[in-house]
């Protein structure tokens, strides 16, 4: 192992880390969100209620950036007009454009701005993002090998050798942002519908090859309410992920600035914590998508489970947390 590269001041970063070169990328650099740029001190602030995020969010990148569509995201391949693909938000947030080795040296070099309990590749839609996250991998399980590492995949481009091979070099989680649970959402927001690439039945593919390559609880898919079904449909996926073996990470959708769907509602508020208790209940109470009862419109109506039981969970907060891939102390309860 050579020697740990030194750690640059933060003054290196400020002036210019949202503007990217062509030569930056992966996988001598990555995008990480700005909670981690905060943990790790590269970039100036506070979070709210806490000194720092357990889970390192790491991002491939590539000046020409992803060549995925999809509706919803401030990374797709629509969003060309911004000055740079770096400047580009995801998830409603920036992602600093970082090296590689120095996020490994900030971790290894540890104390508050180090205690990550898991890390996060995401990949994105680009021809290189396969063997650049094998890349990325190999090295943080050589260097760190004490921090479990999950993968956000691109079913896209991915084969099931590419998952046995993932496994084999040591990701532990394996996930699939699924994101739209129709076959008409799907297509409609990231398939042809918008001149994207992705479809319906790969990821599925990709889904039941993660159940059968990674096993149970070693697996998950992002979905993302609302963008146009109902809590009847999101919770019917949700059972059938779980009864695959893997669990759900829901997010509520919100109109990411530039996105073609910036001009959508954010997600109601009372169908989010309905669908967030529900996947709760699906995901770590036993509870199941056919013991509930919905109205007319989809929504729930009963949850299926006891009201005592149902009060205890309401009282435990547990069900409105993020949820994600484990952190290291309670698996209910993402990192
Ligand atoms: S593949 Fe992922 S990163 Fe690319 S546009 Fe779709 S959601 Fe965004």
Known sequence: ????????????????????????????????????????GLVP??????????????????????????????????????RDYADRNFIRVDWPTVRYDEVIARVKAGGDRGQFQRMCISMITHPNSNDDTFVLLGK????????????????????????????????????????????????????????????????????????????????????ICVMGETEREILDVAQKIRDLGGHNHMFAFFPERGSLMEDWPACDRGQWRRVQLARFIIDYFG????????????????FGIPEDDLEALLDSGKPFRTSGCPGKDDTEVSA
């Open 140 to 223: 943080w399980v050589r260097e760190l090998p004490e921090i479990p590492v999950s993968i956000l995949s691109n079913p896209t481009t991915l084969e099931k050798a590419d998952l046995v091979r993932l496994k084999e070099m040591g990701a532990e989680i394996f996930t699939v942002a699924l994101d739209a649970v129709t076959p008409e959402i799907f297509d409609r927001t990231r398939g042809s519908g918008v001149d994207s690439p992705h479809k319906w039945e790969k990821y599925w593919q990709a889904i039941e090859w993660a159940a059968e390559v990674f096993g149970p609880e070693r697996f998950g898919a992002h979905l």
């Open 1 to 40: 192992m050579g020697a740990a590269p030194q750690v640059q001041p933060l003054e290196f970063y400020r002036p210019n880390y949202h503007v990217k070169t062509p030569a930056m990328r992966s996988p001598d650099y990555i995008q990480m969100s700005t909670a981690a740029a905060i943990t790790l």
């Open 287 to 302: 509870g199941r998508f056919e013991d509930m009862l919905f109205d007319d419109a989809g929504r729930v109506i009963d």
């Open 45 to 82: 602030g506070k979070m709210h209620r806490t000194s720092c995020t357990n889970c390192l969010n790491l991002l491939v990148t590539y000046p020409e950036g992803c060549r995925a569509n999809c509706a919803y995201c401030g990374l797709a391949r629509h969003r060309e007009e911004a």
